[in-house]
């Protein structure tokens, strides 16, 4: 499901470092060595798939694409020509053109990189100059400061909390921190992130 307006359809963005690829069926097993590396499913303020769970994982972004609300890609390191995380588009909102960005997780070693200063660039960079978007999302849980700390280095400005917002596996109730860049921002936001691409 998608608007003439606002396609949402299976795309390749490619960077200097990474591509961000489609989300397949054959990437499940590269998925999984990715979040070895840290063993990132231990993380519980976040969800990253695990042996047990990829398959749920990997069917629950595919309906949600066939549904219009996501669209799920991998991303893959060109020079160490492997797959090192995911990340998506999700709550995508074509009337009021707007989208968020999430589910995004990478490798232990690759943390701390120019990797996600470069697939947030890509990703906005689509929402912006070809969706047309007035305004795209962030949002991650309220203690997660290593995350919050790389959305305002983005550029993201903070909207609020949403409390008691999500109820979580283990039944702890989970506080979202809110963040969003519109439109008129955008060429601030994107000097500042090719500024850093560059240095």
Not at 87 to 101: A, S
């Amino acid at each position: 499901m998608t608007s003439n307006n606002f396609p949402i359809i299976p795309i390749k963005l490619k960077g200097e470092t990474v591509k961000l690829k489609p989300l397949k069926v054959k990437h499940r097993t590269k998925l999984l060595e990715a979040a070895a590396d840290g063993e990132l499913w231990n993380l519980w303020f976040t969800s990253v798939p695990n042996k047990d769970t990829i398959d749920s994982y990997l069917d629950k972004a595919w309906v949600e694409q066939d549904h219009g609300s996501q669209l799920a890609f991998v991303v893959y390191h060109k020079r160490d020509k492997k797959i090192i995380g995911t990340t998506r588009f999700m709550n995508i909102d074509p009337t009021n053109r707007r989208l968020e960005i999430g589910h995004t997780w990478y490798s232990k070693s690759y943390q701390r990189t120019r990797v996600n200063t470069e697939c947030k660039y890509l990703l906005l960079k689509h929402a912006f100059e070809h969706l047309k978007c007035i305004a795209v999302e962030f949002r991650t849980h309220v203690v997660n400061n290593a995350s919050r700390n790389a959305i305002q280095r983005i550029g993201a400005n903070e909207d609020g909390i949403l409390r008691n917002h999500r109820i979580l596996v283990d039944g702890k109730y989970r506080d979202t921190a809110v963040y969003s860049i519109i439109e008129s921002e955008w060429p601030t936001v994107k000097k500042n992130l090719l500024d850093k691409l560059k240095a």
